[in-house]
């Protein structure tokens, strides 16, 4: 009985690209003298006569499709196909065939790993792998995993770590290449090898350390390849592609090992420049280098949190990486600044006590001052971490900025972030002193989120009104919340809801006292701001003069009377504003010139009166 096993067809493509059947047969795989080498042979099932013979080729990117067809490449326009009849025969070539890659990948690493190859044909070796892995690219997933696999258990990376070891630059340089590849491709797998070779072998022949010293000794000007380098280490340190699973995890494992092997080597060149108060190399092949391990620290203070705030920490190294804010290249200056505002960003306590026990807002402050008035990058980037701290209201770095470098910057009136700041200073410090102004804060805050949405609409309305009409000597005259918008930051949002709630409090109990009291009004309540007093303002109202026992029948105490007056404004007695203290003040003065109106303001809205008394 025929073996189908091995039963196939043979197929080419032709010049309009389209498969022409070239015969039935069998396959089998052997060597052959005339090829000098491993090879396929396909014989007709009808004749016996050759239908196919080519040599397994490590060259040749072979594909596996649909379990039963191989399709590979002989020439440039010659694309040769094997459809099989069954599965099992497919597998059994295709086996062949990576059994072939495997000797030849064993043989390559050999000469390359051996000192007596001579450099040329070690670089004309490592060439052939460069281009045998870029040309893996265009391999379907499944065939580029299985070519990867094979280049792993080959030792692909022991070789790499010789080759980058060695004084070549070409060679080295190929090999880079060849190690992107693998880092590109799963860089799981280049983690585990460095961790597991960390057991063994000392931090300076590590394969991720030879490849931080190959960054940082990089003789391009342009430094192509540190930069290529540099995104490589970015890639193996970035939590995002790293490996979880129920028992361990690999962030864990490799940012331990990394900030434990690795980290002294990425940093030496940054501490090494940075002893004194200027860098002590400031050329502009060194500031590039400086910039991109900045860069990286950067992306670790993102990202890696724990390892990196100990290691910044202990190591002290944001002192050290200030000093490169004294560079002569601003970009170096400006990835320092980044460095921090990074660290800033993250409004972490631990952080900030490092950053306030070694003062270390003194070099931007000093970068800021001899900036002067340039508007650059340096002097945006160095308000707009100030502003972050206003903004964010980090009280700790607030209260050390202003107590330390506020004389430095209280002329700074280009913006006002600097006084915003100091503003914020002074507002802890009242609620430092002044507890219960908080407390006062919270009560009436509770209070504003309970009323009901129609008392809300009609003070609205009532407050867009007097807006409009109270006008005197060509000015508007406007409750004390609204004159205090032309200074920013002066009252808090809360301070201007309850003034705006006063004035209708007031207006809706002087309608009450105008219509109970028979035969004379009580005094007006008006609002009175004082942007310079810290002391509490009491409300003087002498309506307070008229309470009578308080619950008794028809007293002014009872509800619905004008004691009720005294009542309620005694609750917000002193309201605190950013400015000062806002209280409710009435003016004996005015009680004659009520009399003499007291027939035509009876039916007289509140809210219209300042323009009748202008008038």
Not at 321 to 333: D, G
Request: net charge negative.
């Amino acid at each position: 009985m025929t073996d189908t096993r091995r039963r196939v067809k043979v197929y080419t493509l032709n010049e309009d690209r389209q498969w022409d059947d070239r015969g039935t047969g069998h396959v089998s795989s052997g060597y052959v003298e005339r090829l000098k080498g491993m090879s396929l042979l396909v014989r007709a099932e009808s004749d016996g006569s050759l239908l196919l013979e080519s040599k397994i080729n490590p060259n040749t990117a072979y594909q596996k499709q649909q379990d039963t067809l191989i399709v590979w490449s002989e020439a440039e326009n010659y694309d040769l196909a094997l459809s099989f009849q069954e599965k099992a025969g497919c597998d059994e070539i295709w086996e062949k065939i990576c059994q072939e890659d495997e000797k030849f990948l064993t043989e390559l690493f050999a000469q390359l790993t051996d000192e007596a190859t001579d450099e040329e044909k070690r670089q004309e070796l490592v060439n052939f792998l460069k281009e045998f892995c870029a040309f893996s690219q265009t391999l379907q997933p499944q065939n580029r995993d299985a070519f990867f696999k094979t280049l792993s258990n080959m030792g692909i990376l022991p070789a790499l770590e010789v080759i980058l070891g060695m004084d070549d630059a070409q060679v080295r340089s190929a090999a880079t290449d060849i190690f992107s590849y693998l880092v590109e491709y799963n860089p799981s797998m280049v983690r585990e090898f460095v961790m597991q070779e960390a057991q063994q072998n000392d931090d300076d022949i590590l394969l991720i350390n030879l490849i931080i010293e190959h960054m940082i000794c990089d003789t391009d000007p342009e430094l192509g390849g540190a930069v290529q380098l540099m995104g490589l280490l970015r890639t193996l340190v970035d939590p995002e592609n790293m490996l979880a699973t129920a028992n361990k995890t690999e962030k864990t494992e490799f940012l331990g090992f990394f900030y434990k092997h690795c980290m002294h080597v990425l940093t030496a060149p940054l501490l090494a420049n940075t002893t004194e108060e200027k860098p002590s190399k400031d050329d502009f092949q060194t500031a590039q280098l400086l910039a991109l391990i900045l860069e990286l620290l950067t992306f670790c203070v993102e990202h890696h949190t724990y390892h990196i705030k100990n290691y910044i920490i202990n190591k002290d190294i944001l002192r050290r990486v200030l000093v490169l804010m004294a560079s002569k290249h601003a970009f170096l200056a400006l990835c320092a600044l980044r460095f921090k505002r990074k660290i800033i960003g993250l409004k972490d306590e631990f952080y900030n006590r490092y950053i306030m026990k070694s003062f270390l807002f003194e070099p931007v402050v000093k970068a800021f001052l001899n900036n002067g008035s340039r508007y650059n990058l340096m002097n945006s980037a160095i308000i707009e971490m100030f502003e972050f701290i206003r903004v964010e209201d980090i009280k700790s770095l607030t209260a050390h900025v202003i107590e330390n470098y506020w004389k430095a910057l209280e002329d700074v009136d280009y913006v006002q972030t600097f006084k915003g700041l100091k503003l914020r200073f002074e507002q802890q410090r009242e609620r430092q002193d002044n507890p219960k102004l908080d407390s006062m804060r919270s009560i009436l805050r509770n209070h504003r989120y309970r009323r009901d949405a129609r008392t809300l609409e009609d003070e609205e309305e009532m407050w867009f009104n007097s807006d409009e009409d109270d006008m005197e000597d060509g000015e508007a005259v406007v409750p004390p919340s609204d004159k205090t918008k032309n200074d920013e930051d002066i009252m808090d949002p809360i301070s201007k809801f309850m003034e705006r709630k006063k004035l209708k409090e007031s207006e809706e109990k002087e309608v009450l006292l105008k219509t109970n009291l028979s035969g004379r009004q009580s005094p007006s309540f008006k609002l009175s701001f004082s942007s310079g007093t810290k002391t509490n303002l009491t409300s003087q109202s002498s309506a307070s003069n008229l309470s009578g026992s308080p619950g008794s029948p028809g007293s002014p105490g009872s509800p619905g009377s004008p004691g009720s007056v005294s009542k309620s404004t005694s609750q917000m007695a002193a309201i605190t504003t950013k400015g000062g203290l806002v209280g409710l003040v009435d003016y004996p003065d005015d009680d004659e010139e009520d009399d003499e109106d007291e027939d035509k303001e009876e039916t007289v809205p509140l809210s219209k009166k300042a323009k009748l008394e202008s008038s």
